[in-house]
């Protein structure tokens, strides 16, 4: 099984490339290593100090203007004046936690429930993807009496004890839970089977038979529905449907991780498990739900939700504060008034034909996929066998880096080009983007 | 043993009172009930709608102004300018993650290191207390070995599912973790020991002594220095020595929570742990870091974090942003120009005197004890047998409420007033809290 691809090695920087660094990146890259935790990775052989952002673009201490492919963080723009506005109009007012009323958190959940399926009918906020995570997996087991959790086998999760406990992508360094089970990606290129649905169905309930075998109670199945760290998997719409049905049937329940695909990104839908046509039972969110300010959400069907909340107190003292909120609704704002979900559909499927033009240039482009603004470039060294090139593909993001287009890699074996951008790229960019591809791979003599 | 006082049952606003609110209150508790899950909880019996805050003043939808006694995230004061403008400022220049270079995340870490002993050299953020808490825990584990956990009786440490497993103040729903050890609250006006720091020392060999029994290996002792929710207990200064002496004999190591009593706030030092005189191997913080940003942090001995960070990926999104860190840099440096550590032990010393004074008049006052501004009022039925007055401290919570001083109760019995206002409390305010205090238990017939 492939390990750290995606969350340790993307280019990394190592100590060794210090000494060719010009001196204000050495200075700032020394004052990391004796201040910060060696836990803190730098992209890139030559870091990128960062200074400026502006919609897409990103611009470093030199005045470089960079193209940003990769931060779905920043989701409506970097430094979106919308965002600016409300959360500066907020912190004059009030800022505190949720045991006082306030409009804020009332009015934001109703706009927010409004974009869900009925079902989904209860909101608590938190203020990071891994809280949302590490309460979902709670209300899963209390809900259902169980405790065996299914990720892919890429799948990153979060942060804290219980998630990176289900988050293999972390690496053999950090030990899954004895009650996690891995499904292999459902993977449209590298799986041979007529129909990915009923494979992937099958795989779903040969580890929750797995589970019974070993004495564990199934609780549920967690997964971005974009399998973003498993190499960015959208492909077929709806293939989905036959697992969540054998989730169901097994009594667990479906724990959609909207953090990567939410919030318009895929332009198909407003949430990636619609492009499914499917109904999680918990939603949760994160990354680019502030646009930059920390807050996540825990969406929910109220009987699920309360099989926990009757038992379990839970507090979180920034989750849903006036700030956060007022950072949410102007992110929600902004993505129905300048259309962004639509933009990223139509931007997004522009983008994906043109690089698809790639692939007949370079044989080492095996596969690109995508939803809206979300895409996978996949590098291989020899289409037939579809052999993973991730060498390459390291070597493709710091060609790119030198390009001034910061992108990195995922998938179970790192060779996928992750391209993410905030959902401000333009069409224009696409020339940046597809040019500094062309040359990259040129330029590494392919 | 004690449950859900802190948490649960602090005169939590329930549904069979919603009758007697007028119109507007009404509405916003009838949109809550529909709209976010069952686990958030309101205070008072009458909610209070909060719309306005500033400095340690906070004003209702009706215009009515409330002292603030209970909030210490906003620890500088609601709304401070400094933070605001810091936000405001960074949020128009950049927001984005540690993975590019960024100076703000150096010189905060510098600065914040600065203050700590100098043992204590590395930094890492997060955004809450409870991811701060769920890290150090996993970083005593990877360093001891062990999995053992020690934290006193009614502690509080985090919505996360390893932290509440060390959390028994969320009481009986939540099940502590097996590797879960208590010891009694070092609690100097209900321990009956020639020393009390002999006596907690005892209590700490006991339980790791039971963990051994246990076939668990001790992995660390987890504690805020002032034991906040068992009821603030600061004296006498220096009494953990000896148990964080017994830690480390043990092959543990010491946690300091400094959620609670870090930042200035107990006026004698700037972290709890150093009016104690001891060194921790692991420092978390949490609320007041940012006055309502979401940023915490976990500050450790360099060689105890390598035993984690050497095996373990960690990245935070948001965790150390360049926004985070602007709002926590502001907050350090109004804490140092505004002089509010040395304000907060004048000013807390001075109130400390004056509510002592309430003792000759109520019997019912059982002890009154603090550290800067951070005090515990503690109300018990008779003076003799110390029987603690939860519906008393209840009662007089909902009276300070009237008389528009906002507060709330902790303690393993929950009959202790928490007094933990923004340090922006000033000598002013002493006659308002006093005044209504009393009135509050004149009014309550004692």
């Known amino acids: 099984m492939a390990t750290r691809s995606t969350i340790m090695d993307t280019n990394s920087f190592r100590a060794e490339h210090a000494a060719g660094l010009d001196a204000n990146l050495r200075k700032l890259t020394d004052k990391r290593q004796k201040l910060l935790g060696e836990s803190y990775r730098l992209f890139y052989r030559k870091p990128v100090h960062l200074v400026r952002g502006e919609g897409q673009y990103l611009w470093d201490a030199a005045g470089e203007k960079y193209l940003d492919v990769y931060n779905n963080v920043a989701s409506i723009g970097h430094c979106h004046p919308a965002v600016i506005e409300a959360v500066h109009q907020q912190m004059q007012r009030l800022n505190t936690h949720t045991r006082y009323l306030h409009e804020a958190i009332l009015d934001y959940s109703e706009a927010l429930l409004a974009t869900m399926p009925a079902a989904i009918d209860r909101a608590m906020y938190m203020c990071t993807g891994s809280e949302a995570n590490d309460l979902a997996i709670r209300v899963a087991r209390a809900y259902s009496g169980g405790s065996g959790i299914i990720v892919s086998q890429e799948a990153y999760h979060g942060t804290s004890e219980l998630t990176s406990g289900v988050s293999p992508a972390l690496g053999s360094g950090q030990p899954l839970a004895a009650t996690t089970r891995l499904v292999p990606p459902p993977d ?259």
Not at 259 to 288: C, L, M, Y
């Open 188 to 446: 449209r290129y590298r799986v041979n089977a007529p129909d990915l649905g009923t494979w992937f169905a099958t795989q779903i309930q040969r580890q929750i038979d797995d589970m019974q075998a070993h004495g564990i109670k199934f609780a549920g199945f967690l997964a971005d529905s974009i399998f973003s760290s498993d190499g960015v998997l959208p492909d077929p719409r709806g293939f989905l449907q036959q697992a969540i049905e054998v989730v169901h049937n097994n009594g667990g329940i479906f724990i959609a991780d909207e953090v990567q695909p939410g919030f318009g990104r895929t332009g198909e839908a407003f949430w990636g498990f619609a492009r499914h046509g499917v109904v999680p039972d918990i939603v949760t969110t994160g990354k680019p739900m502030g646009n930059g300010i920390p807050v996540s959400g825990l969406l929910a069907k109220s009987e699920v939700l309360a099989a926990f909340s009757d038992a379990i107190p839970y507090f979180n003292t920034f989750g849903g504060n006036p700030v956060s909120m007022a950072a949410a609704q102007a992110v929600l704002k902004v993505i129905h008034e300048e259309q962004l979900q639509e933009h990223s559909r139509v931007v997004g499927a522009k983008l994906l034909a043109e690089l698809k033009t790639l692939m007949d240039k370079y044989d080492c482009v095996g596969d690109v996929r995508g939803a809206g603004l979300f895409i996978g470039f996949e590098l291989v060294a020899d289409r037939e066998n579809k052999t993973p090139d991730k060498a390459l593909a390291l070597d493709v993001v710091e060609q790119l880096r030198d390009n001034h287009v910061l992108t990195s890699v995922a998938g179970p074996y790192g060779n996928v080009l992750k391209l993410r951008p905030p959902l401000a790229f333009q069409e224009q960019d696409i020339d940046w983007l597809v040019g500094a591809l062309d040359r990259s791979l040129a330029a590494l003599g392919r």
